[in-house]
C-alpha cells in the first residue's frame, strides 16, 4: 500500500502534461473543429521548453522554467495557427491538416536542434523543475487550475456557451449572431496555446532534454482522453488521471513485487484498450459535439 | 491572353495530378529556403537526391548501382501503406492505423519464420500470406466498429496502432533466444531475399518485396476499378446514404475496405521484417511507415499508379538523408518536406475554393456590367 501511495507523484507528474494537451483538445472539438495535431503541438511545446531552458537557465536561474513554459504555450499556439487557417478559414479536411503537422513537428523541431545544438536533440539542461512539498510537480497546480478555468468559461460564461453552441450547431450559432469562425479561431488557438504548455510540462519534468519521439503519443493519448471523457471537464480530468496512472505503473511495475507478475506492456497497452471499448460501449449514445469535424460553410443549412 | 491563362490556371486546379506535382514542387521550394536560410548550400541536398535516384556520385565521379537498390528497398514499405491508406480514402475512411496493421503483419511474420517448417518458398510464403491476412483482421475490426457502432475510425486506428506495438512488443519476447530489442536470426527459407536483385543492385537489401509491392499495385487498381467490390467501395465513398439505397451493402464494403486495406500495410510489414532485417526486432518505436504512407496517398491521389510515383518520391527522400547528413545538410529537411507537402495538400481545398469564389465574383461583375449596358 505504501509502495501504492509513493506512485501518487509520479502519477500526477504523468497526468499533468496529458490533462493540460486533453482540456486544449475538448475546447477545440466543443468548438467544432477536430484536433488530430495535439501530439505534434507538445513537439514543438517540448522542444520549446527545452530550448529556452537550456539558453536561459544560467543568466535567469528560478524563472527560466516559467519563461521556458511560457514559450511552450506561444510556440503551441502559433503552429495551430496553421490547422487554424487550413480547417476554419479553408474548408480542409481538419485530420489532413492535422496529420501534416504532426509529421512536420518532428521535422521542423530536429531541425532546428541540429542549427542551434548541432546534434540530434536539445542539449540537456540542469535543471528541470523542482518538485515541491510531497514530490508533487508544480505542473500538477497548474493542470488543475487549468481545468477549473476552462470548466469556469465553458459553462458559467457566455463565451464558453457561444464556444459549445458553435460545435453543435454553427449555422443557428450564427443565425444568433455568434462569428462561428473567430470563435473556431479563438478555440484551436487556445487548444495550441494548452498543447505546447503540455509539452513545456513533459520535457521539463520528465526528462532532461527534447529529442526525436519524445512525445511518444502522449498527444494521441490525450486526444483518447477527449473521447473517454465524453467532451466533458470532470470526464476529461478522470480520464486523464486514469491513462496517467497507466503510464506510471508501466514504467514503475518493476518495483512492485505483487504487480511483476504482469509484464510492463500490460500497463502500457490499458489506456488503449479502455479507450477503444468504452467507444464501443457508448456508441449508442453519440457524445461527440455534432459539428466537430465539418466545416463551417456560410449560408449552408 | 488573359482568359487563356484563367483557364490554363482553372484546368490545372481541377487536375489532382497537376495540384500534386504543384504541392511537391513547394516543398520542395521551402525546403530549399531553409536549407539556404541555414547557412548550408541546398546542392548537396539535390546531389544527394541524384546520387539516391541515379547511382552516379556527382562529386567523385564514381557509379554505384546499390544506392538506387537501397532507394527502391525503402519505397516499397512507403508504395504499400500508401496502398493501405488511399484504399480506405476511396471507400470514405480516414486510415490512420496503417502504423498498426504494419506492425501487426511484422510480428506474425516473424512468428512464421521461426514456427513454419523450412520449406523453401512456401516458408517465406506462407508467413507473407498470414502476416497479411492477420493485419486484415486487424485493420477489418475497425470497419467493423465503424460500420455497426459507428466508432470514429481516426480515434479508433490510432488506439489499435499502440495496442499493435506493445503486444507485438510482448509476444517477440515469448520467442526463444531474443534479447531486448531482437530475435535470432530468420532461417534462410523465410528470407525474402534475392540473389539476381543483390547481384544488380551491387549488393543492396533489394528483395523480392519489389515484385509483391508491384503485384499489389497492379492488384490495387484492377479491384478498385475493374471489379463490382470495388465499384461498391467508390460508392460508398462517395455518397453513403445513396450507396445504400442502390443495394449496395455498406457494412460490408466499410468492413472490407478497412480489411483489404489492412492486408496492404501488413505487407510491408512482412516485406521489411523478411526482406530488409535478417532477424527479428522488439520494436521500441512506431517505424513511421504507416504515417508516412497517410503523405504517399494524398500526394497519389488514392489512385494505383499515383501511389505507386508518390511512393519512389518520399523513398528518395528517405534514403537520401544518410547522404545528405554526410554533406551537412540536416536531414530532418525531408521530414519537413513531406509534412510541408501534407500541410499543402490540406490547403488544397482551399485554393480550389479561392478559385471559384474570384470566378463567381468575376461573373457577378460581367453580368451587373451586361446589365448597365441593356439599360
Known sequence: MNSMLGLVPSILMMASPILICALGGMISERSGVVNIALEGLMGFGAFAAATANVLLEASLPGWSVWISLAMAAAVGALVSLVHAFASISLNADQVVSGTGINLLANGVTVFLCQIIFHHERTNSFRQGMVAGPGGIYPTAYIALLLLVAVWYVLYRKPVGLRLRACGENPQAAASAGIDVRRMRYRAVFVSGALGGLAGGCLVLTQTIEYKENMINGAGFIALAAVSFGRWIPKGVAGAACLFGAAVAFSIYVVNIPSLRVLPPEFFSVLPYVITLVTLVLFSGKDYAPRAAGQPYEKGAS | ?375
Not at chain 2, 518458398?121 to 483482421?137: C, D, R
Request: charged residues 15%; proline residues 2%.
Open chain 2, 1 to 375: 491572353m488573359d482568359i487563356k491563362r484563367r483557364a490554363l490556371v482553372d484546368r490545372l486546379a481541377s487536375s489532382n495530378a497537376a495540384m500534386s506535382v504543384l504541392v511537391v514542387l513547394l516543398g520542395f521550394l521551402v525546403g530549399t529556403i531553409l536549407v539556404l536560410a541555414v547557412g548550408r548550400d541546398p546542392a548537396n541536398m539535390y546531389r544527394a537526391i541524384i546520387q539516391v535516384v541515379s547511382g552516379f556520385d556527382l562529386a567523385r565521379g564514381t557509379w554505384n548501382a546499390r544506392y538506387i537498390g537501397e532507394w527502391l528497398v525503402a519505397s516499397v514499405p512507403l508504395i504499400l501503406c500508401g496502398l493501405s491508406m488511399a484504399f480506405a480514402a476511396r471507400a470514405g475512411l480516414f486510415n490512420i492505423g496503417a502504423e498498426g496493421q504494419y506492425i501487426v503483419g511484422l510480428t506474425v511474420a516473424q512468428f512464421a519464420s521461426f514456427y513454419l517448417p523450412s520449406v523453401p518458398v512456401f516458408h517465406w510464403a506462407a508467413a507473407v500470406v498470414l502476416g497479411m491476412l492477420a493485419a486484415a483482421g486487424w485493420g477489418g475490426v475497425v470497419g467493423f466498429l465503424k460500420a455497426k457502432y459507428a466508432v470514429s475510425e481516426v480515434v479508433a486506428t490510432i488506439m489499435m496502432n499502440y495496442i499493435a506495438l506493445y503486444v507485438s512488443r510482448y509476444a517477440t519476447q515469448l520467442i526463444p533466444g531474443t534479447n531486448t530489442y531482437k530475435t535470432p536470426s530468420f532461417p534462410a527459407t523465410a528470407r525474402l531475399s534475392n540473389s539476381w536483385l543483390e547481384s544488380v543492385t551491387n549488393g543492396s537489401r533489394l528483395n523480392t518485396g519489389l515484385f509483391l509491392a508491384l503485384a499489389a499495385v497492379l492488384l490495387f487498381w484492377f479491384v478498385m476499378e475493374k471489379t463490382r467490390t470495388g465499384f461498391a467501395l467508390r460508392a460508398t465513398g462517395f455518397n453513403k446514404d445513396a450507396a445504400r439505397c442502390s443495394g449496395i451493402n455498406v457494412q460490408r464494403s466499410l468492413t472490407l475496405s478497412m480489411a483489404i486495406s489492412g492486408a496492404f500495410a501488413g505487407l510491408a510489414g512482412c516485406i521489411v521484417a523478411l526482406g530488409s532485417f535478417g532477424y527479428g526486432r522488439v520494436l521500441a518505436g512506431l517505424d513511421g511507415y504507416g504515417f508516412n504512407g497517410i503523405a504517399v496517398a494524398l500526394v497519389g491521389n488514392s489512385t494505383a499508379i499515383g501511389t505507386l510515383l508518390a511512393g519512389l518520391l518520399f523513398g528518395m527522400l528517405q534514403s537520401a538523408q544518410p547522404l545528405m547528413q554526410s554533406r551537412q545538410i540536416p536531414k530532418e529537411v525531408t521530414y519537413i518536406i513531406s509534412g510541408l507537402v501534407v500541410v499543402f495538400i490540406s490547403l488544397r481545398s482551399g485554393i480550389g475554393l479561392l478559385l471559384e469564389a474570384r470566378s463567381k465574383e468575376q461573373a457577378k461583375s460581367a453580368a451587373r456590367k451586361g446589365e448597365l449596358r441593356d439599360e
